[in-house]
């Protein structure tokens, strides 16, 4: 396991699966009413310099449900927000917390609070990668699909942080995965590059409706995420025909299982038929951070 969790690509493929089977068990044992204290007197900080729903209440609660304890920092509050370095931020907090969860806007910033911090720095969403999200989709898949070698995953919108983590998760797990986007809005160059050197089947087009054929898997994310909004009209037009709908279902396997990271614009980047619809497994999908985050922070604090 590495010390700190900025990309996805910093797990290996035994890590992913470690981690899954770790989650499994403590999903189980949380359903047998199960209780552990194995982080017991750990403390995790949860920077944020955006808003979040399902990171904050998951990683807080999977602190409480191990015995520990988890603290929020709205960014604005503390006084980094004021001026104060992050690298000082970073060696004052390690300090006091046993881990580090982090939202932030530039990717840059984990990377120099990491190589300042003396505790693990866990990646809550930057612009390039949401790590955390794609461990609990992993554990979703394999709950769903038994498997991941030779499944096809295809991404429909954006070529996003979500897609960009999703591009590796697909590589480290032997997953073929294919991204329909307008023009412009590719995947990270280097990610991609990178996801190419681990193995990975990538197919990058224009087209949703050749991308959803034969899908396994249907993900979509929003077409404006947090810190685009500048940019709302110009992309709501430009995504309008990447809507995940019936249409684009019937495209997919009749098996398909939707996944969506939420939070979801319904009428937007997908229907309010398809997400509430048999196919979506997206709810699971939101549980699933608490039990992926759990083994992670057994993993990374222990
Ligand atoms: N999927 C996800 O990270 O959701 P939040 O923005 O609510 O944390
Ligand atoms: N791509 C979205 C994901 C939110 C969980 C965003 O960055 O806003």
Not at 25 to 44: P, V
Not at 133 to 138: E, G, S, V, Y
Not at 183 to 210: F, L, Q, S, T, W
Not at 239 to 251: G, T
Request: glycine letters at 6%; a negative charge; proline letters at 3%.
């Amino acid at each position: 396991m590495p010390s700190h969790l900025l990309s996805l690509s910093d797990l290996s493929y035994d890590d992913i699966i470690n981690l899954l089977d770790t989650a499994s068990d403590l999903k189980e044992k949380r359903a047998r009413g199960k209780t552990s204290s194995a982080l017991k007197n750990k403390t995790l900080a949860m920077l944020f310099e955006k808003s979040s729903t399902r990171t904050r209440i998951s990683f807080e609660v999977a602190m409480t449900e191990l015995g520990g304890h988890a603290i929020f920092l709205n960014y604005k509050d503390i006084q980094l927000g004021r001026g104060e370095s992050i690298a000082d931020t970073a060696k004052v907090m390690s300090r006091y917390v046993n881990a580090i969860m982090a939202r932030v806007y530039k990717h840059e910033t984990l990377v120099e609070f990491s190589g300042n911090a003396t505790v693990p720095v866990i990646n809550g969403l930057s612009d390039l990668e949401h790590p955390c999200q794609l461990l609990a989709d992993l554990l979703t898949i394999r709950e769903y699909k038994g498997r991941f070698k030779g499944l096809n995953f295809s991404w429909i919108g954006d070529g996003n942080n979500v897609c960009n983590s999703a591009l590796l998760a697909c590589a480290l797990t032997g997953m073929k995965m294919t991204v329909a986007c307008p023009g412009g809005y590719e995947p990270n160059a280097e990610i991609v590059e990178r996801a190419k050197k681990i193995g990975g089947e990538i197919n990058i087009i224009h087209d949703p409706m050749k991308a959803a054929k034969k899908a396994d898997v249907l993900y979509t994310d929003v077409w404006v995420s947090m810190g685009d909004e500048d940019e709302y009209d110009q992309r709501l037009h430009d995504f309008k025909p990447y809507q995940i709908n019936s249409r684009l279902l019937e495209q997919a396997k009749h098996d398909v299982m939707v996944l969506h990271c939420l939070p979801a614009h319904r009428g937007e980047e997908i229907t309010a038929e398809v997400i509430d619809g048999k196919n979506s497994a997206v709810f699971d999908q939101a549980e699933n951070r608490l039990h992926a985050q759990k083994a992670l922070l057994l993993k990374l604090i222990s």
